[in-house]
């Protein structure tokens, strides 16, 4: 069926030109026609004396060939090298100049000069012809294969698959147009003949598997063919009439399909045609005088030591640069990753840098504005989804609605989610409004602010909704539409068109109609082409992948900068006051792993495209010449993490070449002798001291406002700790993690004993308990979120002990019940305020604060015995609770709360609301799958006077302006959040002493 379908498609060309013979080769003898004329660059020698070489020998051909210079076209093969040459020009010839070009800048110099394109029919079976543009390229090509039956069906099973092989074509038939677009108009149908034999051949050989690709490879050849019409933007170049021309090329070797292999095919043809044409081909040669300065290698450790020594060396060359008026320096980007490493470096010390290598848009913040909007768009976006779109720095939403306080709402907003685990972005609800039943209220209620920040960032992701609505598929200019909406609603629209990255965002992306996103093929096939909401994801980030972008003056060469960083081969023949090069190891510098994809072999050389040996020739023509620069520093490192790595093969290979040796590289980092510091314990106190270390009557920072069982226990643990979390309010940011641990079950389990115990009434059955104890798990269950897709996997193993847990906590409670214990309150919050002096004259007040899980009343004989019992309930570790209680003055919380629940307003003596009653007791009770069991802190009131004296003291002393050394041990230690502050692990014995 596949094969049927290519073959009436390849049909009609074939026979349009069937009689044409094959071309066997494109020009006879070519080597005689237009020989290279060699121009040395000399070990050392400066790139502008070259130059000068380079000036004077084209105006003395000019005289020997009768040619005025400003008749002549000068062909260069890159675009930063134009103002080199007009330079040299006029430093040694002066006078006229020539017309200085580079293939792309005659192209558009001689536009006028082509006719406007005949309309022609658009071919049913190949569509639209290659733009040689890749986004839009693959988009036609998935259009027209899915056209067919086939490939519809291929698509629907093998997505990946499909689109790999859509690379491939679009790859292919763009390497095929290139290397066309080198051959003389009158040729190409001869190429196009030895192209399809050559596949004809390959094809007849090869059996097995790989039909469809060697037929979906006859495809691309015909839909490379298609758009042969005459137009090219090249084909200008064959039919001028220049007096004489000039190419420049950096070595013998031209890489087929590159520019300078345009530039020969120009300068054959003007040959041919008897017109003057000289090609100089610059190449090393050996140095003019025996002190020329050598090339050095530096053999470094590890990526790290690899990037600061290159750093040092370009910073000792920028100064150098800066003193004496010089050229930049040049970082050859060979390690991207490193070369990103150095860069960041170079920007810390202030030296400004030009990137002509550009950046995906993929890595661009721009980039990120789309497509972390997409992300926060779907349904199942997660919290961190939200929180990178919002903190992407494009959200700018109007003044009246969040303006100025977008930064303070997105840390509330993030703060509230960590603290209380919300992973999903939208699982408070998508469609409906936020209500009070989601959400925690009083003290755990979302802030104000962070509530409209989230309504408001629902209300821009609305936009996108129908993207995910049931695998709905739209074209994909009404999807592009949807998102341009949504970024002009939040007000990213406008950041992105006024940035230089962003407007090639927009650009890439076809958003923007000014950039011409509504010429050529592009309106058929994006309203043609249909995609849901994850092909549209799909899309976008292949898009960005594929997009570089630079500046406009690096992509010139232009740029008044320190440092230029650029890749290897256009950095030759330029004058650079020194030449960096990092990562020149045997994995970076000469390794050429193959030519991926379909086109490689002898299949590929018989087509005259690129091959692996052309382009090993052609880069170590490039580092040849690089060598040849008078500073020249080349950086390897021993090993990649545990692989070894030696330096480039090449570095041995020009030592044979030129008979001269490397020299070693010396550090060029500056090294700095820091004397060792003692690292003591840290002792910070609330008081200021002044020179002479004695205590002043200035109180810096003052006491927490409020002291909470878990605060004081911190103090006893660890002063120090104490001061950080709850005088300084430092705290750790809570990671958002997928599934459910002890924690969110302890919280869990007091709601539902809490909602239990409001709904129950006295004297129920056991099995009526255990029903309404199930109910009340349920709806807590599904108020919290635990029954979601996202999170009811990891609730499964507390939720399958439900009834077992109902049964254990009612057996409890009925036999607690009958000694007389009846529940009275479930989280009641308690305050008691303490009045603090100090020998200083300043008096505070700081409020005793905590939460009681629960508090029973007894009274079987009248309101005048009543006793009162604290419960707190715990899921953790038993052992440990009962190791606790075993230790009354070592249980600071039961004993906290006892003190607070002998000032609760549950406890107070209506009578005699000063009375404080000492009939409390307090209990830890444990619950688990294997049972509910109390634990019991035995004479806790007396516990509760002795805590409340020694807190009242400590808080005294520390108003007083004692100090809060870091003296936690053990466990204290090992799992606390501030052990980076306090820096223990960095102590000594005799430091750590008073």
Not at 117 to 125: D, F, G, M, Y
Not at 127 to 150: F, I, M, N
Not at 780 to 807: C, H, K, N, S
Not at 937 to 947: D, F, I, M, N, Y
């Amino acid at each position: 069926m596949v094969e049927k379908i290519l073959t009436q498609k390849m049909w009609p060309l074939h026979r349009a030109t069937r009689d044409h013979h094959p071309m066997t080769v494109i020009v006879n003898n070519e080597n005689e026609i237009l020989a290279p004329t060699a121009w040395p660059w000399a070990q050392g020698r400066p790139a502008r004396d070259c130059w000068d070489d380079w000036a004077t020998a084209v105006a003395r051909w000019c005289v020997d060939h009768g040619v005025a210079a400003r008749d002549v076209v000068v062909l260069l093969p890159v675009g930063a090298l134009l103002p080199v040459a007009r330079q040299a020009w006029a430093r040694a010839v002066g006078g006229w100049l020539p017309q200085i070009e580079t293939v792309p800048t005659l192209a558009q110099s001689l536009a006028w000069s082509r006719g406007p394109k005949a309309p022609s029919s658009l071919n049913a079976e190949l569509g639209p012809a290659p733009t040689l543009d890749v986004v839009l390229d693959r988009l036609l090509v998935t259009r027209s294969l899915g056209a067919q039956a086939w490939g519809r069906q291929w698509m629907q099973r093998d997505r990946r698959a499909f689109e790999h092989a859509v690379a491939q074509v679009v790859e292919c038939a763009h390497l095929w147009v290139r290397v066309a677009q080198s051959c003389p108009p009158d040729q190409r149908v001869a190429y196009w003949e030895t192209c399809r034999e050559a596949l004809r051949v390959a094809h007849a050989a090869s059996a097995g598997p790989g039909a469809r690709e060697r037929l979906l490879l006859a495809w691309a050849l015909e839909w490379a063919a298609s758009s042969d019409d005459g137009h090219w933007p090249t084909d200008v170049l064959f039919g001028h009439q220049a007096r004489a021309w000039v190419g420049v090329t950096a070595g013998e070797t031209v890489v087929p399909g590159s520019e300078s292999s345009v530039m020969l095919a120009v300068l054959r043809q003007a040959a041919l045609q008897g017109v003057s044409a000289l090609w100089m081909n610059a190449e090393a040669a050996p140095a003019q005088r025996n002190d020329a300065p050598l090339p050095a290698l530096a053999r470094c450790t590890d990526f790290e030591d690899e990037a600061q020594r290159a750093t040092a060396l370009v910073l000792s060359a920028v100064q150098q640069a800066r003193a004496s008026g010089g050229d930049p320096v040049a970082l050859i980007a060979l390690d991207r990753s490193l070369v990103r490493r150095v860069r960041a470096l170079l920007e810390g010390a202030g030296a400004t840098s030009s990137d002509e290598t550009g950046w995906k848009l993929s890595t661009t913040r721009a980039g990120a504005a789309v497509t972390r909007l997409l992300a926060a768009s779907q349904p199942r976006a997660s919290t961190d989804d939200l929180l990178d779109w919002l903190k992407s720095g494009w959200v700018q939403w109007p003044e009246q609605e969040l303006g100025s306080n977008l930064d303070a709402a997105v840390a509330a907003l993030e703060t509230w989610c960590r603290r209380h685990g919300l992973l999903a972005a939208w699982g408070l609800g998508l469609a409906q409004e936020l209500s009070s039943d989601l959400l925690p209220e009083g003290r755990q209620a979302m802030p104000e602010l962070a509530r409209q920040l989230w309504a408001r960032a629902r209300q821009t992701v609305q936009l996108l909704a129908s993207l995910w609505s049931g695998g709905r598929r739209a074209p994909l200019s009404q999807l592009l539409a949807q998102v341009a909406l949504a970024l002009k609603d939040c007000g990213a629209w406008q950041t992105l068109a006024d940035d230089v990255a962003g407007a090639s965002v927009l650009q890439a992306l076809r958003m923007n109609p000014e950039a011409g996103a509504d010429a050529g093929a592009w309106p058929l096939v994006a309203s043609d082409l249909r995609m849901d909401g994850q092909g549209l994801v799909r899309w976008v980030d292949q898009v960005l992948e594929e997009s570089s972008f630079r500046l406009a003056s690096a992509a010139a060469g232009d740029a008044k900068v320190d440092v230029v960083v650029t890749p290897l081969t256009r950095a030759v023949l330029r004058p650079f006051s020194a030449v960096v090069m990092p990562g020149a190891d045997e994995g970076q510098l000469g390794a050429m792993n193959g030519i991926p994809g379909w086109l490689h072999g002898a299949v590929a050389e018989q087509m005259g495209l690129p091959g692996k040996a052309t382009m090993r020739d052609a880069q170590w023509a490039s580092f040849a010449l690089l060598m040849a620069q008078p500073s020249m520093s080349c950086l390897c490192r021993e090993a990649h993490g545990r692989e070894p790595l030696e330096p480039s093969p090449w570095f041995e290979r020009w030592s044979l070449h030129t008979g001269l040796t490397l020299r070693e590289q010396a550090d060029a980092r500056l090294w700095l002798s820091v004397p060792a510091t003692p690292v003591r314990m840290p002792r910070p106190s609330l008081r200021r001291r002044d020179e002479s270390g004695a205590l002043t009557t200035v109180l810096q920072l003052p006491l927490p406002a409020q002291i909470t069982a878990t605060s004081y226990e911190a103090m006893r643990q660890c002063p120090y700790r104490f001061f950080a979390r709850h005088v300084l309010n430092l705290r750790a940011v809570d990671e958002l993690e997928e599934g459910v641990d002890r924690s969110d079950f302890g919280v869990w389990l007091h709601a539902v004993l809490q909602r239990f115990h409001a709904q129950r009434e006295d004297g129920a059955l056991a099995t009526d308990d255990v029903g309404r104890w199930t109910e009340a798990a349920r709806e807590v269950t599904r108020q919290q979120g635990l029954d979601r897709d996202g999170r009811r996997p990891f609730f499964l193993p507390f939720a399958a002990t439900l009834e077992r847990l109902a049964e254990h906590y009612v057996r409890w409670l009925h036999r607690h019940e009958s000694e007389g214990w009846r529940f009275a309150e479930a989280e009641e919050v308690v305050q008691w305020p303490m009045a603090l002096s100090s020998d200083l004259g300043e008096d505070t007040t700081v409020t005793l604060h905590g939460q009681l899980d629960r508090l029973d009343r007894f009274a079987p004989r009248g309101a005048d015995d009543t006793a009162w019992t604290v419960i707190d309930y715990k899921t953790g570790s038993l052992d440990k609770l009962k190791q606790k209680v075993r230790q009354p003055l070592e249980d600071t919380q039961l004993a906290f709360y006892a003190a607070l629940a002998q000032h609760a307003p549950a406890t107070a003596d209506p009578g005699d609301p000063d009375r404080v009653t000492d009939a409390v007791s307090a209990l830890y009770l444990h619950m688990d799958e294997k049972g509910v069991t109390p634990v019991e802190h035995t004479h806790v009131t007396e516990s509760a006077q002795l805590l409340v004296g020694g807190v009242r003291m400590d808080l005294t002393r520390l108003l007083a302006g004692a100090t809060m050394p870091a003296l936690g041990e053990g466990t204290a230690c090992d799992y606390c959040e501030v052990r980076g502050l306090c820096r223990r692990d960095h102590w000594t014995a005799p430091e750590a002493q008073p």
